[in-house]
């Protein structure tokens, strides 16, 4: 089992900063990859951005050049630094682990871009 907890979450105005966290915990020597996701309100959850343990990263073309996914292995964190945030970056963030082949899933954390 692996436990994850995700913090950063706020309200920012448009072209802002936010960094999200997602601590894991648990049997955590085996993760093949973390990543972020997000859900819009009436919209299907979609991968923002994911890391390997090997620290190779994935982002979706709609955050690229404006978030970067980073983990910390000593402190079991993964870092989601979202720049130039727009009204349409609006959504839950959820973190995501993948230890073959199970999906763990944080509770998700609430990212609000006003215009």
């Known amino acids: 089992q692996v436990q994850l907890v995700e913090s950063g979450g706020g309200l920012v105005q448009a072209g802002g900063s936010l960094r999200l966290s997602c601590a894991a915990s648990?049997?955590?020597?085996?993760?093949?990859?973390m990543g972020w996701y997000r859900q819009a309100p009436g919209k299907e959850r979609e991968l923002v951005a994911a890391?390997?343990?090997?620290?190779?990263?994935n982002y979706a073309d709609s955050v690229k050049g404006r978030f970067t996914i980073s983990r910390d292995n000593d402190k079991n964190t993964v870092y989601l630094q979202m720049n130039s945030l727009k009204p349409e970056d609006t959504a839950v963030y959820y973190c995501?682990?993948?230890?073959?082949?199970?999906?763990?899933w944080g509770q998700g954390t609430q990212v609000t871009v006003s215009s």
């Open positions: 890391i390997t343990s090997g620290s190779g990263t």
């Open positions: 995501n682990a993948v230890s073959w082949p199970y999906d763990y």
């Open positions: 648990g049997i955590i020597f085996n993760i093949n990859a």
